[in-house]
């Protein structure tokens, strides 16, 4: 029986299969390889075009300026009746009553109303006892802007809605 630790004769290693012989004259001291396989190399990607939503988008946003600016000048239009021939301005006789002519006193009162909310001067106005229907023309006469003048009044209804126009 041998002892495991019973020294073995030495012997010297002789070359090991993994490793080569010096290289002889003309021979490159290392296998040559095969060529390997290489994946291949992914080529610098181009920018992606850019898309053409830009024109488009702004486009879109000048149409809604566009039709903003036109409904709010059609409500300027409606509201200050910026178009109404000049010296035309619109109003309503107050306490008509169906049937019955109109006091002048009263239209005389609601016509300097009218003329001074449109900056206009009235020192005094007179106007007949009327009836109030459609297309009746009542002449009223009076002083606005220091000078005499004759305001036409045309009834519209027989609700009181007037037009006026200052001769």
Avoid: W
């Avoid at 073995?8 to 290693?13: G, K, M, Y």
């Avoid at 080529?43 to 903003?68: D, I, M, R, Y």
């Avoid at 009327?130 to 027989?158: A, I, L, R």
């Amino acid at each position: 029986m041998s002892s495991p630790y019973e020294q073995q004769p030495f012997a010297r290693p002789g070359p090991r299969q993994d490793q080569q012989s010096p290289p002889q004259p003309g021979q490159l001291p290392y296998p040559p390889q095969q060529p390997q396989y290489l994946p291949p190399q992914p080529q610098p990607s181009q920018p992606a075009p850019k898309q053409k939503n830009g024109l488009a988008v702004t486009a879109l946003v000048v149409a809604c300026l566009a039709l903003l600016l036109v409904l709010g000048l059609i409500a300027f239009v409606v509201v200050t009746g910026f178009f109404s021939p000049p010296g035309e301005l619109q109003g309503t006789a107050p306490q008509v009553v169906a049937g019955q002519s109109y006091k002048g006193t009263l239209l005389a009162d609601e016509l300097s109303r009218v003329i001074t909310a449109d900056s206009g001067d009235v020192k005094s106005m007179k106007c007949p006892e009327t009836p109030v229907k459609s297309d009746v023309v009542v002449d009223c006469q009076g002083v606005v802007d220091g000078y005499d003048s004759t305001v036409s009044v045309t009834f519209e209804d027989e609700l009181g809605h007037f037009t006026l126009v200052e001769g």
